[in-house]
């Protein structure tokens, strides 16, 4: 439409906007294509708040990024290995290019897990990134978990996002047992030994289990194609739905931030989506994607041809999972025989059962239940957008690091043999120092975290406290002399005081001022004893009114009098603050 | 902006349960003399610019890094396509720190590498250094949908129960649930049922019973010769000297070595249960007389499978006669029936009770008197 018409009857009226300048080329041409596809979907009004969408900034956000890239780079690289893996137990003799094993009787499995080592080009390098991604995968999760756990990111309204996360944790682990018991190498063909049995060992329904699961006698030919078509498809459906749903949520409710000046619980600050973080963000997937190609590259893993085939009886020393089954590994090293008891001529083998079926599903029970825990404990109903430092939530910093603590006994106690042989120790004794170390150590771990939390929290006051140095003196009317303290907050500072006080709930009264008894219910008080557990020495941040007192009585004791000719200026340094 | 959003900066934040009213009967108030309870949030801290915003020939240099890592992407991924012509699958190559290593894993591994990181790295610094490093503020809003909202969805639902009967007419009510519950029994059913076998007897059968042991099979006992494993040779009571150990499976089990012919139908299944060790012992060290009984002039035999989760029992220390099971380290001492001395294992392993035939060689004289490998509910019935 031109701007430049003939006929007055077409000139702008009062109250008409000009015609705006007509859009370029390139923009005419990306709303072409674009508006093919709004015209049909109505996209752009989602797809331009979506470009506009702020995310904040930290290096600790990355962690959940590279497990989400590690995932997809899984996702990729296993895509490509099906071409050429076959999920079959059936028997063959092996005559590829790798000569130790050349006539040995295998599965088809572990053959084709060989020709994708030997005899595929580049197959090896697929399969290399694939487990390193699957170990980043975990990695990279774990340590996401951690830090959602120690800013309380997972806090209202996220306690939903947090149970997902927490069912994707335990759900990457089982994909990635499946996946590393595929390729029926000695290895891994003992760690689905092991598997069945502790399958076997369920109370009441075991045996029928592990026949169900092997579909008869272990091995049995069914297994590898059954955790195949998991490994392959039913976990991997069930991962990307409840992934998309984590995903979404973060993108509904708005990431949260660490605490700093300008940012508040109503507001994210960040950059947008378009151009930043999108460079930011895609880049980033490239980065977790190359650095796992370059350790692909250059670090072995998993060389199941070292291993050879299959076979029940013989087996290798030192045998021992991929590092995240390692825990409840750990844990069946630690539990006594002497658990296990007949009653009425039926075995239960608590030797066994609890380490190897009960504290998987448990750990992450506990992991998920943890924020609805703390909320009953705070009675917090607000939303929270703006992530607590560590060391301002002293008591579930303490938590979280007595789990970890008990988590890395496990961890340690699943390679006793390695270390006995590396160290020269006697296995026996390693062995009695995790059973203890599992006891003692995750109550030491919670105290020392703590201690050091609230020492944290008090050099934060004292910092704040010490008040801002102006450098300026001032003399008064009547001779004295004093050096003016910034009576405001220094910007820095604002992190150090931003935080809520806390305070341990109070029961009310068991009677009441008509000395009519009144008890506490149970649940509140079990709720004030939790309180206090958890905010009983709470070092809660500087007020303004106390900053001020700290200011008014340092300018008193760094105010010269007049006529004192020994006086000098005293420093900050120097000077009481109290 | 709606009313629970407060202004971006200079706020305070969050007033928590303080600054409400308070009611003069409430007793004396203690005044705050003017300060606030909270400190304010002083905003955002102002934009210090990079030195690409400043200066153009910053920006230039930033533009050629970026474009360089971008090039060496490319070359990265044409280095790839060439190597992968170039190189033979089978090719080795020395890496310093490493060793001699697969051509192709290294060679491709680390172009495809370089051909990511470039992009990767490019893309970063493109953005840390060219793109707006002005943050931007977004206003949350609370999670929770309106009243009106909420009640509507009751409404609807309400309106929905309603025009469709269901809370007049229990009939429909009860036998929907009804149907709706029972449905997934078929499929569960059709996949539970059909997984596999039941166990039956077999897992406290073994070959050692008299041939195949899996579900439904009824085994007669008959001797049998042990056999070393793999060369699935007969073993003279003689050739065993005292502190070796051997490996040995029953009669009829394994396969022809040469030739891969004959043995059982499932044999990895029955090698999963009859692997048995043989040990010669100086009989004074063997302090039980059952052991002994069940031996032959010293020579025991012993499940190999672990009673703990089922891995083999692979290792066996000659001098303190101790089996240690590698997968958890449940140890047993064989000089005393096998009884776990340490580790997660609670029984012992289950003995073979041995004999020699006419021609001297040693044939079984029961079969396992108790399932092998790891325990089950109902293994003691």
């Known amino acids: 439409m031109s701007t430049q018409t003939a006929r007055p009857a077409d000139a702008l009226r009062d109250g008409d906007s000009a015609p705006q300048a007509p859009p370029s080329a390139a923009a005419r041409k990306i709303g072409g294509v674009a508006g093919w596809v709004d015209d049909r979907t109505g996209a752009a009004k989602p797809v331009g708040y979506l470009m506009k969408k702020v995310f904040p900034d930290h290096w600790s956000f990355m962690l959940g990024e590279i497990a989400m890239y590690s995932m997809i780079i899984c996702l990729v690289t296993g895509a490509f290995l099906t071409f050429w893996f076959v999920p079959s137990a059936g028997h063959t003799i092996y005559d590829g290019s790798y000569v130790p094993l050349r006539g040995v009787a295998m599965s088809e499995a572990y053959k084709s897990t060989l020709d994708i080592s030997f005899d595929i080009k580049g197959g090896l390098i697929i399969r290399q990134i694939h487990h390193w991604a699957a170990l980043m995968f975990v990695v990279a999760l774990v340590v996401h978990m951690f830090r959602v756990f120690f800013t309380g990111a997972f806090r209202k309204p996220r306690e939903l996002n947090w149970v997902i996360g927490s069912v994707l944790a335990l759900l990457a682990i089982v994909e990635g047992f499946a996946g590393y018991s595929l390729p029926d190498d000695l290895l891994s063909g003992t760690g689905i030994r092991a598997m069945a049995g502790f399958v076997q060992t369920a109370p009441v329904v075991g045996s029928y289990l592990v026949y169900g699961i092997f579909g008869g006698p272990f091995p049995g030919e069914m297994i590898i194609p059954r955790l195949y078509s998991a490994h392959v498809l039913l976990i991997p459906a069930i991962l990307i739905g409840l992934f998309t749903a984590h995903i979404g949520l973060v993108f509904v409710q708005k990431h949260t931030q660490f605490p700093g000046p300008g940012r508040t619980n109503e507001n994210v600050v960040g950059y947008p989506v378009m151009p930043v973080y999108a460079a930011k963000a895609g880049g980033f997937f490239f980065i977790v994607f190359g650095v796992l190609a370059l350790i692909a590259a250059l670090v072995q893993i998993n060389p199941v041809w070292a291993y050879g085939p299959y076979d029940p009886s013989p087996v290798t020393a030192g045998s021992q999972p991929d590092w995240y089954m390692g825990f409840a590994d750990g844990a069946l090293r630690l539990l006594p025989g002497w658990l296990e008891f007949t009653v009425f001529g039926f075995t239960v083998s608590m030797n066994i059962f609890p380490g190897a079926l009960l504290l998987l599903p448990l750990v992450y029970v506990v992991l998920g239940a943890y924020p609805f825990v703390e909320r009953f404990v705070t009675g917090d109903q607000r939303e929270h957008h703006i992530l607590d430092r560590p060391r301002n939530a002293p008591t579930r910093t303490g938590i979280g690091m007595a789990g970890i603590t008990a988590y890395t006994v496990l961890l340690f106690a699943s390679g006793n043999d390695i270390m006995a042989i590396k160290l020269g120790m006697s296995i026996n004794d390693l062995t009695w120092f995790f059973r203890i170390a599992l006891f003692v150590l995750p109550p030491i771990a919670f105290w020392v975290t703590k201690r050091i939390c609230l020492s944290l929290q008090r050099r934060d006051r004292d910092l704040v406290l010490h008040g801002r140095e102006s450098g300026t003196i001032i003399r008064t009317p009547d001779g004295r002399f004093f050096e003016r303290h910034e009576a405001g907050l220094p910007e820095e500072q604002w992190v150090l005081v931003q935080h809520d006080a806390v305070a341990p709930l109070q029961l009310e009264a068991e009677v009441d001022e008509h000395g009519v008894a009144r008890p506490a219910q149970r649940k509140d008080r079990v709720r004030a004893a939790l309180s206090r557990f958890y905010f009983a020495d709470a070092v809660n941040p500087v007020t303004p009114a106390e900053l001020a007192a700290a200011h008014h009585h340092g300018h008193e004791t760094e105010a010269i009098e007049g006529g004192d000719d020994t006086a000098q200026i005293e420093s900050g340094e120097t000077a009481s603050r109290y | ?381």
């Open chain 2, 1 to 381: 902006m709606n009313e629970q959003d407060t202004p971006t900066t200079g706020s305070e934040v969050a007033p928590g349960g303080h600054g409400e009213a308070v009611r003069l009967d409430e007793g004396h108030v203690v005044g705050q003399g003017g300060i606030p309870e909270r400190f304010t949030n002083p905003g955002l801290p102002h934009h210090v610019p990079r030195m690409a915003d400043l200066d153009e020939s910053a920006a230039r240099r930033a533009e050629k890094q970026v474009a360089a890592l971008f090039g060496i992407s490319i070359l990265g991924t044409l280095l790839f396509l060439v190597l992968y012509f170039a190189l033979d699958v089978d090719e080795t190559v020395f890496v310093p720190g490493i060793g001699a290593t697969s051509a192709t894993n290294v060679g491709l591994g680390v172009t495809l590498a370089m051909s990511l990181l470039g992009i990767g790295l490019g893309a970063v610094h493109w953005a840390k250094t060219l793109m707006p490093d002005t943050e931007v503020v977004e206003e949350r809003h609370p999670m929770r949908a309106s009243d009106a909202d909420r009640s509507r969805v009751v409404q609807v639902l309400q309106e929905g129960g309603d025009s469709s009967q269901i809370t007049r007419r229990p009939l429909i009510k009860y036998t929907l649930g009804g149907a709706l519950a029972l449905f997934p029994l078929g499929l569960v059913l059709q996949v539970g049922g059909s997984l596999g076998e039941l166990p039956k007897k077999s897992l406290s059968l073994t070959w050692w019973n008299g041939g195949p042991s899996g579900p439904g099979e009824i085994p007669e006992f008959k001797p049998m010769r042990l056999m070393k494993d793999p060369e699935n040779q007969p073993i003279k009571a003689s050739d065993i000297t005292i502190g070796s150990v051997v490996h040995v499976m029953p009669e009829g089990l394994l396969p022809d070595p040469k030739t891969q012919e004959g043995g059982a139908e499932h044999l990895l299944e029955e090698k999963a249960k009859a692997a048995v060790l043989v040990m010669r012992l100086d009989p004074s060290q063997i302090k039980s007389q059952k052991e002994l009984d069940w031996g032959y002039q010293g020579i025991v035999a012993y499940s190999k499978i672990c009673t703990h989760v089922g891995c083999p029992v692979g290792l066996y220390e000659q001098q303190t006669h101790h089996l240690l099971c590698p997968c958890h380290q449940s140890t047993f001492d064989v000089t005393q029936d096998c009884k776990v001395i340490f580790g997660p294992a609670k029984r012992p392993l289950p003995q073979l009770k041995i004999t020699v035939d006419d021609e001297g060689y040693l044939v079984s004289a029961q079969p396992f008197r108790e399932a092998v490998g790891p325990s089950f509910w109902e293994r003691g019935q």
